[in-house]
């Protein structure tokens, strides 16, 4: 079962502009969600994460926003930029209770490619 | 080291040999991940060590699949008797808390012919 879904493959934006890449989740456990940035033949790096208790967190042109009623999540960049582009994956863990040894379950991923 | 290092970068290899990944993490983390990404898929998580002890290998998916640690350091992932469906990029991730937000190597491709 896919517990973290990212249901648009990709995404393409023009430069400047905001991209809007969303995540939706299933599991009511997950309390810690994190978005990770990855080029190609390299590790997926770290951006910017949220705690269950907050509905928004922004680190410059990043922004996440968690719905918790609904059980989605969304990253808004702005504005975009060409070194944007790259695949982007949601990832949850469940952090209350201290079990989940931050054992991360991620999305698919979305392809972002940003136009010059 | 200043990051997360993982060798070989790349591996084929005939379907029935073994294979052994390694992963270096960065000095002094104690928490360390393999995750593995089959294509057009997302990291599935395989085993989460803290220490030299490993708390969770539910994401193992064979008994063809076994790690180590050693000196809260070094580890490896050896798959035995490799299978076509075994082909993915394997990847290692370290931090000094199991929180999250860790660090990732840029992974193993391996594929197995």
């Known amino acids: 079962d896919q517990q973290v879904k990212q249901n648009s493959p990709s995404l393409s934006v023009q430069e400047g502009r905001i991209s809007i890449l969303n995540c939706d989740y299933t599991n009511s456990m997950f309390d810690y969600f994190l978005w990770y940035k990855k080029y190609p033949a390299e590790g997926p790096t770290f951006l910017i994460s949220?705690?269950?208790?907050?509905d928004k967190n922004e680190d410059g042109r990043f922004t996440v926003f968690l719905n918790k009623s609904a059980k989605h999540l969304s990253l808004h960049i702005v504005p975009s930029q060409p070194g944007d582009s790259a695949v982007y994956f949601c990832?949850?863990?469940?952090?209350?209770?201290?079990?989940?040894?931050?054992?991360?379950?991620f999305g698919q991923g979305t392809i972002l490619t940003v136009h010059p | 080291g200043a990051g997360v290092s993982q060798s070989p970068s790349n591996k084929v290899t005939e379907k029935g040999k073994d294979v052994e990944l390694r992963c270096d993490p960065i000095s002094g983390h104690t928490a360390l991940y393999w995750y593995r990404q089959r294509l057009g898929q997302g990291l599935e998580f395989l085993i989460y060590?803290?220490?030299?002890?490993?708390?969770?290998k539910s994401g193992l998916p064979s008994d063809r699949f076994s790690a180590e640690r050693t000196g809260e350091s070094v580890s490896t992932l050896t798959i035995q008797r490799t299978q076509q469906e075994d082909s993915a990029v394997y990847l290692c991730?370290?931090?000094?808390?199991?929180?999250?937000?860790?660090?990732f190597g840029s992974g193993t491709r391996l594929t197995v012919v």
């Open positions: 949220i705690s269950s208790i907050k």
């Open positions: 060590f803290q220490g030299n002890s490993a708390p969770d």
């Open positions: 991730a370290s931090s000094p808390r199991a929180i999250g937000g860790y660090t």
């Open positions: 990832a949850a863990t469940a952090r209350a209770g201290g079990t989940s040894y931050g054992k991360l379950t």
